[in-house]
Nanobody
Framework: QVQLVESGGGLVLPGGSLRLSCAVSGRSLSGYGTAWFRQTPGKDREHVASISWITGTTQYAESVKARFTIDDDNLKNMVYLQINSLKPEDTAVYSC????????????????WGHGTQVTVSS
């Protein structure tokens, strides 16, 4: 089993920045990929960024790649999402997931999820 716990969300002004964190515990993620998804009420989870636990290669949704950066710290078992130039449309619950299909953009392929952290962008 893998446990994922997100933190770092909050209320931010448009144009601001946030750094979300995902603490990973439990079994090794060797061979797995981790990713950040976001979800708004009534909509499916949307993949925003993913990273390979072993190689560190990254992948981003086109809509966010200029503003979002995913990275991890394998020694600390942490995954991060840096979000810059926040826009109101970035408002969502951001969740961290782990999948044996590295860089999958399909939420259904993720075996493990955290509970999410709310990001609200508003003036």
């Amino acid at each position: 089993q893998v446990q994922l716990v997100e933190s770092g969300g909050g209320l931010v002004l448009p144009g601001g920045s946030l750094r979300l964190s995902c603490a990973v515990s439990g079994r090794s993620l060797s061979g797995y990929g981790t990713a950040w998804f976001r979800q708004t009420p009534g909509k499916d989870r949307e993949h925003v960024a993913s990273i390979s636990w072993i190689t560190g290669t990254t992948q981003y949704a086109e809509s966010v790649k200029a503003r979002f950066t995913i990275d991890d710290d394998n020694l600390k078992n942490m995954v991060y999402l840096q979000i810059n130039s926040l826009k109101p449309e970035d408002t969502a619950v951001y969740s961290c997931g782990a999948s044996s299909v590295v860089h999958s953009t399909a939420a259904a392929t993720y075996n493990y999820w955290g509970h999410g952290t709310q990001v609200t962008v508003s003036s």
